[in-house]
């Protein structure tokens, strides 16, 4: 029990923290961007305790699906997030760099992009921790396990799966910037495509999205949903071993779209003729 206990909050714990990893590494050009990731962590911890408090009343919500709700709406909340900052980031991309080698600049074009990544680190922390403090909630009442015991396997779980996060982004952090970006954004696409595969899946299991239900492939021989690998996987790219023909064309559409965004975001400006750039000096 102690020994499942653990794996399953490290599980939980370690989806969190690589999403948590890949942003940190992602922003970390930008000057108090850990001021902006420790506040979505908070919002999303304190939030998590909140909506698993509020469980039972929740799922009482029409006619029962109250929960589903409540998944779908944090699900599309994130996807929505993971979107904008991946469209607004290669459009500030430069300037953040430039910016960030003059101590104490102001950093205002990249705010909203920030405030994104805040919003869905604040969302995968709420989404995780909702279901680590339920199921301890859960073994707490039912079984007859010391509580010291248990606390001390929660705590040996979360300290393993934030481990992974910080190793995950010491990592990234000797990679050039200019590679480090392109990476990480691939990463966050990745990640958003993965949200828009669980969202399909669970639109289905509420039975709100019943086309495409057939299973596309099966690997839960070779990488089950539920073993490190298929965990590590599905942090860090979404995987999912039996994924249906909707979760793996939301996935891939979530992905193509929003890189077509992105990089429409930052295609380059038209270049100037030489009269136009002579009609855009200042008058002498």
């Given at each position: 029990m102690?020994?499942?206990t653990g794996?399953?909050v490290?599980r939980?714990?370690?989806?969190?923290a690589?999403?948590?990893?890949?942003?940190?590494?992602a922003?970390?050009?930008l000057?108090?961007?850990?001021?902006?990731?420790m506040?979505?962590?908070i919002?999303?911890?304190?939030?998590?305790?909140?909506l698993?408090?509020?469980m039972?009343?929740?799922?009482?919500?029409a006619?029962?699906l109250?929960q589903d709700l409540v998944?779908?709406?944090?699900?599309?909340m994130a996807l929505?997030l993971?979107?904008?900052?991946?469209?607004q980031?290669?459009?500030?991309?430069?300037?953040a760099?430039?910016?960030?080698?003059?101590i104490?600049s102001?950093?205002?074009a990249?705010?909203?992009s920030?405030?994104?990544?805040?919003?869905?680190?604040?969302?995968a922390?709420?989404?995780e921790g909702a279901?680590?403090?339920?199921?301890?909630?859960?073994?707490l009442?039912?079984?007859?396990v010391?509580?010291g015991?248990?606390?001390l396997s929660v705590?040996?779980?979360?300290a393993?799966?934030?481990?992974a996060g910080a190793?995950?982004?010491r990592g990234?952090g000797?990679i050039s910037p200019?590679?480090l970006f392109?990476i990480?954004?691939?990463?966050?696409?990745?990640i958003?495509g993965?949200?828009?595969?669980q969202?399909?899946r669970?639109?289905?299991?509420?039975?709100?999205?019943t086309?495409l239900?057939?299973k596309?492939w099966?690997?839960?021989?070779?990488?089950?949903?539920?073993?490190?690998?298929g965990?590590l996987?599905h942090?860090?790219i979404?995987?999912?071993a039996?994924?249906?023909e909707?979760?793996?064309?939301s996935?891939?559409?979530a992905?193509?779209?929003?890189a077509?965004a992105?990089?429409?975001?930052?295609?380059?400006?038209?270049k100037?003729?030489a009269q136009?750039?002579?009609?855009s000096?200042?008058?002498?």
């Amino acid at each position: 029990m102690l020994f499942g206990t653990g794996l399953i909050v490290f599980r939980e714990t370690l989806e969190a923290a690589l999403f948590i990893g890949i942003v940190a590494a992602a922003t970390r050009h930008l000057a108090g961007r850990t001021r902006w990731l420790m506040l979505g962590v908070i919002a999303g911890v304190t939030g998590s305790v909140a909506l698993a408090a509020s469980m039972d009343a929740i799922t009482a919500w029409a006619d029962g699906l109250g929960q589903d709700l409540v998944t779908v709406a944090l699900l599309g909340m994130a996807l929505v997030l993971l979107t904008l900052h991946a469209i607004q980031a290669p459009a500030h991309a430069q300037q953040a760099r430039q910016e960030a080698k003059r101590i104490g600049s102001s950093l205002d074009a990249d705010t909203a992009s920030l405030l994104a990544l805040t919003g869905a680190v604040a969302l995968a922390v709420l989404r995780e921790g909702a279901e680590t403090v339920l199921f301890v909630g859960g073994t707490l009442s039912g079984s007859g396990v010391a509580h010291g015991q248990l606390l001390l396997s929660v705590t040996f779980g979360l300290a393993l799966g934030a481990m992974a996060g910080a190793l995950l982004y010491r990592g990234l952090g000797g990679i050039s910037p200019k590679r480090l970006f392109t990476i990480t954004s691939g990463l966050i696409l990745l990640i958003a495509g993965g949200l828009a595969s669980q969202l399909a899946r669970t639109l289905n299991q509420a039975n709100w999205l019943t086309v495409l239900g057939d299973k596309a492939w099966d690997l839960s021989a070779w990488v089950p949903n539920d073993s490190a690998l298929g965990t590590l996987l599905h942090g860090l790219i979404g995987y999912e071993a039996n994924p249906s023909e909707m979760q793996l064309l939301s996935y891939l559409a979530a992905v193509f779209l929003i890189a077509l965004a992105a990089y429409r975001a930052r295609a380059p400006l038209p270049k100037l003729t030489a009269q136009e750039r002579c009609d855009s000096l200042p008058a002498q």
